[in-house]
């Protein structure tokens, strides 16, 4: 016959002990998701770190830990070496990253932005007078039919995804130059220049800009840049990636990500790919 034991005769020290162990026991029971989820690292791109922050508030079988100074470049070179679970990149993943053993998945495209200050009257330029104005051959606005008033390009940091494919896709291979460039850190504060500058003109992430009124998002080529625009003709691949094969939670949430309830927060900003 088993003893009773009289909680009485218990010390406070261990009466206190076998609460606690019961009370954390009922815990795991009753919200797992609390006490198993751990944490994901994410390096890379700040606008995949958007849709990563965004996913952070409605997955919850894992916690992130979210670093997008490194940008795309950098979330290459972190998931290389293993300083990252998972990395974003906003283009095409390198061949020489993927020759060591990176995996991608694609998760869904993004827009780049052309974005000028609201008082400024130009609405729409084309990919020529884009070019002449980040390559530095156009110096004031007059010249694209805007007002007597010099031009200002801000651009994003060389890591950044955005400041490649905006070159690859509208420069043609040349590189941004001019007395008037400035290269800004991080990607989100373009918006700060561009809105107390009136000659000021940046690229972004339509993502990042959002509904922001400090700017105005100008048509390119005639085409509106809003995300669901599948002919507007700046715009880039989006990647997770992970050093081999995804496993355990990492996996977990790439095969949510690429389901139709992730795909469903990818394209609160971006397009998805189903």
Do not use: H
């Not at 795309?72 to 020759?99: C, M, Q, W």
């Not at 000028?116 to 990919?127: E, I, K, R, T, Y």
């Not at 005639?222 to 995804?246: A, D, F, H, M």
């Amino acid at each position: 016959m088993k003893k009773k034991i009289n909680s009485s005769s218990l010390s406070p020290k261990v009466l206190i002990g076998e609460l606690c162990i019961v009370f954390l026991a009922v815990l795991f029971i009753a919200v797992p998701s609390l006490v198993l989820a751990g944490e994901i690292t994410y390096v890379g791109s700040s606008t995949v770190g958007e849709f990563i922050k965004d996913a952070a508030k409605v997955y919850n079988k894992s916690t992130f830990k979210i670093d997008t100074a490194p940008e795309s470049d950098g979330g290459e070179n972190a998931t290389v070496v293993g300083k990252a679970d998972i990395g974003g990149v906003a283009r095409d993943v390198k061949p020489e990253i993927l020759a060591k053993g990176v995996k991608e998945v694609l998760i869904g495209r993004d827009a780049i932005g052309v974005l000028v200050n609201p008082a400024n009257p130009v609405s729409d330029l084309s990919f020529a007078q884009l070019k002449g104005i980040f390559t530095g051959k156009i110096t004031n606005w007059k010249d694209v039919g805007g007002p007597d008033l010099p031009v200002t390009v801000y651009i994003v940091n060389p890591q950044s995804a955005t400041r490649k494919v905006f070159a690859k896709i509208v420069l043609g291979g040349e590189d941004y130059s001019g007395k008037n460039i400035e290269t800004v850190r991080p990607d989100p504060a373009i918006i700060d220049k561009v809105s107390s500058d009136k000659g000021g003109i940046g690229q972004l992430s339509l993502a990042i800009i959002g509904g922001n009124k400090s700017v105005t998002k100008i048509r390119v080529n005639g085409q509106i840049p809003v995300t669901n625009n599948n002919g507007y003709p700046i715009s880039r691949p989006l990647y997770l990636i992970t050093k081999g094969e995804p496993n355990g939670e990492v996996k977990d949430f790439i095969d949510w990500v690429v389901s139709a309830e992730g795909q469903a927060v990818v394209k609160e900003k971006f397009i998805g790919i189903k």
